[in-house]
């Protein structure tokens, strides 16, 4: 799968749409990206279209897709399934989290919205992997999301393409921002489109965008131990990157 470098400041061709399927606003708890930097972010990298897909809510994406923040908003919904995560979009109303994967799923198509499957293979988060195959095979996902930014292995980001080609199914790009940095890190670019049948059609005709961005850090580093009479985090049991992976997305 071909995957181009995201160019700041350029824009989609006349008749194309960017759209980044997959990120989170302040709403979402782990999150610090307000609505007006999200705004703000979205026309800084060109984005046309944005999938808010908080965490079990979808206030926020309501909210934004009644304000004019200058990108089209798409309320989705990341949804926590005892088995692993799953997006609603185009979601009508919130799902609640811990029901049944195949009730979600259900819910999802119930509100005329698409089942869109994010970050497949990641082990280090709530990920639907071994489901997967068996959830294509049934046609329980319209959308596998083939490059999420977050994913530093691209080699699971190819899996999900592999996968997505596999059972025909259209893949899709998330930035998985919970930052404004994060924001565009990833997205396609496809024909404009209407709803939820229009975006799975322009889906055909993708080109995927994407790189690796991590999120952004949240706290400043502690100074050395002795220096301001505090604990000393950097030791032996508490590294630096053992403290930063407290909160895990």
Same mark, same amino acid.
């Given at each position: 799968m071909p995957v181009d470098q995201p160019v700041p400041g350029s824009r989609a061709p006349a008749g194309r749409v960017r759209v980044d399927c997959h990120l989170h606003t302040a709403a979402s708890g782990d999150s610090v990206l307000t609505l007006e930097q999200l705004a703000e972010r979205a026309r800084q990298a060109a984005l046309d279209v944005v999938c808010v897909t908080d965490h079990n809510v979808t206030s926020a994406a309501v909210a934004a897709a009644e304000r004019d923040l200058g990108v089209r908003i798409i309320v989705g919904e990341e949804i926590r399934t005892?088995?692993?995560?799953?997006?609603?979009?185009?979601l009508t109303e919130r799902i609640p989290y811990v029901l049944p994967l195949g009730e979600v799923v259900g819910r999802i198509r119930a509100q005329g919205g698409l089942v869109y499957v994010p970050h497949p293979f990641d082990p280090v988060?709530?990920?639907?992997?071994?489901?997967?195959?068996?959830m294509c095979a049934d046609g329980a996902a319209d959308i596998i999301e083939v490059f999420n930014a977050k994913v530093a292995d691209q080699a699971l980001n190819q899996r999900a393409a592999v996968l997505a080609e596999r059972y025909s199914l259209p893949g899709g790009a998330g930035s998985d921002a919970h930052d404004a940095p994060g924001v565009g890190a990833s997205y396609v670019?496809?024909?404009? =489109?209407d709803g939820p049948a229009g975006f799975l059609a322009a889906l055909?005709? @993708?080109?995927?965008?994407?790189? =690796?961005?991590?999120?952004?850090?949240r706290y400043p580093r502690r100074p050395? @131990?002795?220096t301001d009479g505090r604990r000393d985090l950097t030791g032996p049991g508490h590294s630096p990157s053992r403290v930063a992976r407290r909160s895990r997305w």
């Open positions: 005892p088995n692993g995560d799953v997006i609603g979009l185009f988060r709530s990920s639907l992997g071994r489901l997967l195959p068996g670019e496809v024909p404009d =489109f055909a005709d @993708a080109r995927v965008a994407g790189e =690796f961005r991590d999120h952004a850090p050395p @131990a002795g």
